[in-house]
């Protein structure tokens, strides 16, 4: 409050309370004014930051950090807190420490890296600035399961050293905090050390590393996807196909105002941008148990998660106590005393094992006087095992967001991964749904093998159903530049018997070829099998065929007809040169037995220019219109006991390093309209290539002028057929002479090509 008098002058003076109250006349006093006094404080603090640190805690994405030998506390020059340090002693390669590893968890753009130093009695700055970089670029295989296999990553990634010539040497002067700015570089991995004072260690504080824009590439995985009936339990489905709706995600920044906004744009639009997507399918499950040692205190129970082995010696003393209070006491054992007179005391407790190889369990050992202190517990979580491999990329099929599922299926559990990747900073992908296609098995199991047709397998006959091992050879060792003689057997279970919708189960067969294929032969015929536990885990079943027999054959009529000696066809439908499409004059597999299969051999002729290249097959029923395609699982199966393949893969014989191969061409044409020779055609084989590479063939005059095109396009392993008019690229005829033809490839290992001499006449 504030106390004020009157003046003759009209004005208002403060004066202290005691005065207004005690020396002032009523007519003196003035107005009492109120008012909270108030400490002067901030109302608003505003910190500019240079973005966010990527290095911040990055256990919270993925991520980690390890020190080399497991010593030191390097998450701690990670966690953001000036107080707390790693200790980087001065590096030497002799000594198994003094090497800090960082992953980031993801790759991101990062254009900047700034260190902290701690100032201490003993020790404070590097030395030498020893940080190199990898964005996960690999020079040899590596499998990071957790922090201590980083140690791998020494030798196995790409390196890249950050640091400029001013701030490596930190001798003279030294300095406690520095920064290194460049231009943005894709950094996943850091590797850290105290160069140039061995023995010596430095205090990191913190690093930080800033950056722009999305991350390089971001991996999500779904949880497994459980797939049930209405009653919850678990049912095996076929997964034919999957379908995904994705966007582009363009950042802009206002040139003005540096405010930042995102626009969305169609995926296909952006070819910068990769959204990878694959599945793996598994039949099997386990339970993963925690162990607990369980102590009640004053009446509360307490639980100590312990590890199997004290769980299971707790475990023990139970048993050995319960056993102890059935036994009479004529059998109860004595401490220090020798119960079995062999001379020897307590030298077989209770623990049903004979410890001493007398024959007898349990015969001699000390008085149990009470029960264990202690209980124990467990808790069991259901656990997916038996994951296949992860498939092949998913790819768009004609332009829409949808492909035919790799996975082996049918299987009761699924699970999906998703990678998006960028080479434009401010450019990603947002995935906005995704779906799986479900189908009722037409087989319960769907198994296949390759196998190639030895020269007894050749000339023996379609029609002789007594195929025997020595008709075939996995297929191994091929020559990529002669075609071959192959065998696809295709063994099929019943199909589901809880779903009458599939009841008639398969008739038809379509297997898909790397190249041209000619169709030779089919028998069918019947596998008895049995289920097998796997060596490496008992959880894990397979089935093994133990006997194949062939009652039926159908071999290729001179009109084409796949014919037996009934007059029975099988139907080839129209489809691609690379595959065979087949439709069986009745089910494969209607009403089986759970331990008899149905199988089926195609005979074909084709070829195969590339390493690992697969020959997938399908199933289907033809009643239904609406039936999808079933996949035949070909990894690790086994589909007949004539041959040991367990795949439908094949590998090739090594026939030197060239890619372009088995060239083939008319040295001669003559362009002039007659109709005969009017093109030079040719054609060759491309070895090796696994993706789309740049395929150029061009011709030349001998001054090196480009005279004509016969194609330029994106090419693969594979055969290739060219043609050329003899017309320069305005469409105009070339004169009579002497030209170079060049087959061009671009590769990783550099281009390669072949030349060689083609003549015009007239």
């Given at each position: 409050?504030?106390?004020?008098?009157?003046?003759?002058?009209?004005?208002?003076?403060?004066?202290?309370e005691?005065?207004?109250?005690?020396?002032?006349?009523?007519?003196?006093?003035?107005?009492?004014?109120?008012?909270?006094?108030?400490?002067?404080?901030?109302?608003?603090?505003?910190?500019?930051?240079?973005?966010?640190?990527?290095?911040?805690?990055?256990?919270?994405?993925?991520?980690?950090?390890?020190?080399?030998?497991?010593?030191?506390?390097?998450?701690?020059?990670?966690?953001?807190?000036?107080?707390?340090?790693?200790?980087a002693?001065?590096?030497?390669?002799?000594?198994?420490?003094?090497?800090?590893?960082?992953?980031?968890?993801?790759?991101?753009?990062?254009?900047?890296?700034?260190?902290?130093?701690?100032?201490?009695?003993?020790?404070?700055?590097?030395?030498?600035?020893?940080?190199?970089?990898?964005?996960?670029?690999?020079?040899?295989?590596?499998?990071?399961?957790?922090?201590?296999?980083?140690?791998?990553?020494?030798?196995?990634?790409?390196?890249?050293?950050?640091?400029?010539?001013?701030?490596?040497?930190?001798?003279?002067?030294?300095?406690?905090?520095?920064?290194?700015?460049f231009?943005?570089?894709?950094?996943?991995?850091?590797?850290?050390?105290?160069?140039?004072?061995?023995?010596?260690?430095?205090?990191?504080?913190?690093?930080?590393?800033?950056?722009?824009?999305?991350?390089?590439?971001?991996?999500?995985?779904?949880?497994?996807i459980?797939?049930?009936?209405?009653?919850?339990?678990?049912?095996?489905?076929?997964?034919?196909?999957?379908?995904?709706?994705?966007?582009?995600?363009?950042?802009?920044?206002?040139?003005?105002?540096?405010?930042?906004?995102?626009?969305?744009?169609?995926?296909?639009?952006?070819?910068?941008?990769?959204?990878?997507?694959?599945?793996?399918?598994?039949?099997?499950?386990?339970?993963?148990?925690?162990?607990?040692?369980?102590?009640?205190?004053?009446?509360?129970?307490?639980?100590?998660?312990?590890?199997?082995?004290?769980?299971?010696?707790?475990?023990?003393?139970?048993?050995?106590?319960?056993?102890?209070?059935?036994?009479?006491?004529?059998?109860?054992?004595?401490?220090?005393?020798?119960?079995?007179?062999?001379g020897?005391?307590?030298?077989?407790?209770?623990?049903?094992?004979?410890?001493?190889?007398?024959?007898?369990?349990?015969?001699?050992?000390?008085?149990?006087?009470?029960?264990?202190r202690?209980?124990?517990?467990?808790?069991?979580?259901?656990?997916?095992?038996?994951?296949?491999?992860?498939?092949?990329?998913?790819?768009?099929?004609?332009?829409?967001?949808?492909?035919?599922?790799?996975?082996?299926?049918?299987?009761?559990?699924?699970?999906?991964?998703?990678?998006?990747?960028?080479?434009?900073?401010?450019?990603?992908?947002?995935?906005?749904?995704?779906?799986?296609?479900?189908?009722?098995?037409?087989?319960?199991?769907?198994?296949?093998?390759?196998?190639?047709?030895?020269?007894?397998?050749?000339?023996?006959?379609?029609?002789?159903?007594?195929?025997?091992?020595?008709?075939?050879?996995?297929?191994?060792?091929?020559?990529?530049?002669?075609?071959?003689?192959?065998?696809?057997?295709?063994?099929?279970?019943?199909?589901?018997?809880?779903?009458?919708?599939?009841?008639?189960?398969?008739?038809?067969?379509?297997?898909?070829?790397?190249?041209?294929?000619?169709?030779?032969?089919?028998?069918?015929?019947?596998?008895?099998?049995?289920?097998?536990?796997?060596d490496?885990?008992?959880?894990?079943?397979?089935?093994?065929?133990?006997?194949?027999?062939?009652?039926q054959?159908?071999?290729?009529?001179?009109?084409?007809?796949?014919?037996?000696?009934?007059?029975?066809?099988?139907?080839?439908?129209?489809?691609?040169?690379?595959?065979?499409?087949?439709?069986?004059?009745?089910?494969?597999?209607?009403?089986?037995?759970?331990?008899?299969?149905?199988?089926?051999?195609?005979?074909?002729?084709?070829?195969?220019?590339?390493?690992?290249?697969?020959?997938?097959?399908?199933?289907?029923?033809?009643?239904?219109?609406a039936?999808?395609?079933?996949?035949?699982?070909?990894?690790?199966?086994?589909?007949?006991?004539?041959?040991?393949?367990?795949?439908?893969?094949?590998?090739?014989?090594?026939?030197?390093?060239?890619?372009?191969?088995?060239?083939?061409?008319?040295?001669?044409?003559?362009?002039?309209?007659?109709?005969?020779?009017?093109?030079?055609?040719?054609?060759?084989?491309?070895?090796?290539?696994?993706?789309?590479?740049r395929l150029?063939?061009?011709?030349?005059?001998?001054?090196g002028?480009?005279?004509?095109?016969?194609?330029?396009?994106?090419?693969?392993?594979?055969?290739?057929?060219?043609?050329w008019?003899?017309?320069?690229?305005?469409?105009?005829?070339?004169?009579?002479?002497?030209?170079?033809?060049?087959?061009?490839?671009?590769a990783?290992?550099?281009?390669?090509?072949?030349?060689?001499p083609?003549h015009?006449?007239?």
């Amino acid at each position: 409050m504030v106390h004020q008098r009157l003046t003759a002058g009209d004005f208002l003076i403060e004066i202290d309370e005691d005065t207004y109250f005690n020396d002032v006349s009523a007519a003196q006093r003035g107005p009492i004014r109120y008012f909270e006094r108030e400490v002067p404080r901030v109302a608003e603090v505003e910190v500019w930051t240079k973005g966010d640190n990527l290095a911040l805690n990055p256990r919270e994405r993925a991520g980690d950090s390890y020190e080399i030998g497991g010593r030191g506390t390097p998450n701690q020059a990670t966690d953001g807190l000036y107080q707390t340090e790693w200790t980087a002693w001065g590096y030497d390669p002799t000594i198994v420490r003094g090497t800090m590893w960082l992953d980031l968890g993801a790759t991101f753009w990062v254009d900047g890296l700034y260190a902290v130093m701690r100032r201490q009695r003993s020790g404070s700055a590097f030395a030498g600035h020893g940080f190199l970089v990898s964005d996960g670029t690999q020079l040899k295989p590596v499998q990071l399961d957790n922090a201590e296999d980083f140690v791998q990553l020494e030798e196995a990634l790409q390196w890249r050293d950050i640091i400029s010539a001013e701030h490596f040497d930190n001798r003279q002067p030294r300095v406690l905090m520095f920064g290194e700015d460049f231009a943005p570089r894709k950094i996943r991995f850091v590797q850290i050390r105290n160069l140039l004072s061995p023995g010596s260690g430095a205090r990191l504080a913190e690093m930080q590393l800033y950056g722009v824009g999305y991350p390089v590439d971001v991996s999500l995985h779904s949880p497994p996807i459980r797939l049930t009936n209405a009653r919850g339990n678990f049912i095996r489905k076929t997964l034919p196909r999957i379908a995904w709706s994705a966007d582009a995600v363009i950042r802009e920044e206002d040139p003005l105002t540096g405010q930042t906004s995102e626009r969305i744009e169609p995926l296909d639009h952006h070819p910068e941008i990769r959204l990878d997507i694959q599945t793996r399918t598994s039949d099997q499950t386990d339970t993963n148990f925690t162990y607990y040692q369980v102590v009640t205190v004053g009446g509360d129970e307490e639980r100590e998660e312990v590890t199997k082995e004290v769980y299971d010696e707790i475990a023990l003393e139970w048993t050995a106590w319960e056993i102890w209070q059935t036994l009479p006491a004529s059998q109860q054992h004595a401490s220090r005393t020798d119960d079995d007179g062999d001379g020897v005391t307590d030298e077989d407790p209770i623990d049903l094992i004979d410890n001493d190889g007398d024959g007898l369990v349990d015969e001699d050992g000390r008085k149990l006087r009470r029960a264990p202190r202690s209980s124990f517990d467990k808790d069991g979580e259901l656990a997916f095992v038996g994951w296949s491999e992860w498939s092949e990329n998913y790819q768009p099929t004609d332009g829409r967001s949808e492909a035919t599922i790799t996975s082996p299926s049918p299987r009761k559990f699924v699970q999906i991964r998703f990678k998006i990747s960028s080479e434009d900073p401010f450019k990603t992908a947002r995935i906005r749904s995704f779906h799986i296609d479900l189908a009722p098995p037409l087989a319960l199991e769907l198994a296949g093998e390759l196998a190639l047709l030895s020269p007894q397998g050749t000339t023996r006959p379609i029609g002789d159903l007594s195929a025997e091992p020595m008709d075939y050879s996995p297929p191994q060792d091929i020559n990529p530049l002669t075609p071959q003689r192959f065998s696809y057997f295709a063994r099929l279970a019943a199909p589901d018997p809880d779903d009458p919708t599939v009841r008639d189960g398969v008739d038809e067969i379509l297997i898909v070829a790397p190249q041209a294929t000619e169709l030779l032969g089919v028998r069918i015929g019947r596998v008895e099998v049995e289920r097998q536990a796997s060596d490496f885990d008992p959880a894990i079943f397979s089935t093994r065929v133990l006997k194949t027999h062939f009652d039926q054959a159908f071999a290729r009529r001179p009109d084409g007809r796949l014919q037996d000696a009934d007059g029975q066809t099988i139907a080839i439908l129209p489809t691609g040169p690379d595959s065979l499409y087949l439709r069986f004059p009745a089910s494969l597999n209607a009403d089986l037995s759970p331990d008899t299969h149905a199988l089926v051999e195609v005979q074909f002729a084709s070829q195969a220019f590339r390493e690992g290249v697969l020959f997938p097959a399908f199933a289907r029923s033809s009643t239904d219109p609406a039936s999808f395609f079933q996949r035949v699982d070909a990894e690790a199966q086994d589909a007949t006991e004539l041959v040991a393949s367990g795949t439908a893969r094949v590998s090739l014989q090594a026939v030197g390093r060239r890619l372009i191969n088995d060239v083939q061409v008319a040295r001669v044409f003559t362009p002039n309209g007659d109709g005969v020779n009017d093109l030079l055609q040719g054609r060759f084989v491309l070895l090796r290539i696994l993706a789309e590479r740049r395929l150029d063939i061009a011709f030349y005059d001998l001054a090196g002028a480009l005279r004509g095109r016969a194609g330029s396009d994106l090419g693969q392993a594979g055969q290739w057929n060219f043609a050329w008019d003899g017309r320069d690229e305005h469409g105009q005829l070339v004169p009579p002479g002497i030209y170079l033809c060049r087959i061009k490839i671009a590769a990783d290992r550099g281009d390669e090509e072949e030349i060689f001499p083609v003549h015009v006449a007239y």
